[in-house]
């Protein structure tokens, strides 16, 4: 990203070979970084004959926010350590507070906060189940949604039943 653009290079490579496939570029306007998403998981289907699902073809085709914003501290978050993703995860929900994929991260970077104090621990796992049930109402077709719930419910409750429900919900949602 550089001022209000942003490029990006796909290239496809067969892994066996290690043989090029297929690269593109695309320089575009920073705004319409979802749309090129879109338009680059398109492109690789189809340069891999993949023919797509509706409900494949529909997720290809929805924003995670329509905030560019709240994405790009989304982006950040994941790239940071795990003391530095809480204020980025909440500046984003600040400004987009249905972003299903930051309260999965949130929920996430929660569940792995190293407590200091075992005290600290029922605070960190009712933040990390709370983050992942409005995760899971924000983005109820999402597949993060339902593995984030699935993995904190497997860690807190002893029945594993819950977790293995959305745990299976999150691979129906994306098998890959």
Same mark, same amino acid.
């Not at 066996?16 to 492109?43: G, K, M």
């Not at 929660?110 to 009712?126: F, H, T």
């Given at each position: 990203?550089?001022?209000?653009?942003?490029?990006?290079?796909?290239?496809?490579?067969?892994?066996?070979?290690?043989?090029?496939?297929?690269?593109?570029?695309?320089?575009?306007?920073?705004?319409?970084?979802?749309?090129?998403?879109?338009?680059?998981? @398109?492109?690789?289907?189809? @340069?891999?004959?993949? %023919?797509? +699902?509706?409900?494949?073809?529909?997720?290809?085709?929805?924003?995670?926010? +329509?905030?560019?914003?709240?994405?790009?501290? *989304? $982006?950040?978050?994941?790239?940071? !350590?795990?003391?530095?993703?809480? =204020?980025?995860?909440?500046?984003?929900?600040? %400004?987009?507070?249905?972003?299903?994929?930051?309260?999965?991260?949130?929920?996430?970077?929660?569940?792995? #906060?190293?407590?200091?104090? =075992?005290?600290?621990?029922?605070?960190?796992?009712?933040?990390?189940?709370?983050?992942?049930?409005?995760?899971? *109402? *924000?983005? =109820?077709?999402?597949?993060?949604?339902? #593995?984030?719930?699935?993995?904190?419910? %497997? +860690?807190?409750?002893?029945?594993?039943? $819950?977790?293995?429900?959305?745990?299976?919900?999150?691979? !129906?949602?994306? =098998?890959?």
């Amino acid at each position: 990203k550089e001022g209000s653009n942003v490029r990006i290079n796909a290239q496809l490579i067969d892994a066996n070979t290690d043989q090029h496939l297929w690269a593109e570029q695309y320089d575009r306007n920073a705004s319409e970084v979802f749309a090129i998403q879109s338009e680059v998981a @398109q492109r690789i289907a189809n @340069q891999l004959n993949v %023919k797509l +699902t509706a409900d494949e073809g529909n997720r290809i085709q929805k924003k995670a926010t +329509t905030n560019i914003s709240a994405y790009e501290d *989304y $982006l950040k978050a994941r790239q940071s !350590t795990f003391r530095e993703r809480e =204020p980025l995860l909440l500046e984003a929900l600040k %400004k987009d507070s249905t972003f299903a994929l930051a309260w999965s991260e949130l929920a996430f970077t929660y569940s792995k #906060m190293p407590a200091r104090d =075992p005290a600290d621990v029922p605070y960190y796992i009712g933040k990390s189940l709370d983050a992942a049930l409005t995760a899971v *109402y *924000y983005g =109820p077709d999402l597949s993060e949604t339902h #593995m984030i719930l699935g993995d904190i419910l %497997k +860690t807190i409750t002893l029945n594993p039943a $819950l977790s293995i429900k959305e745990l299976n919900k999150s691979i !129906t949602l994306n =098998p890959n």
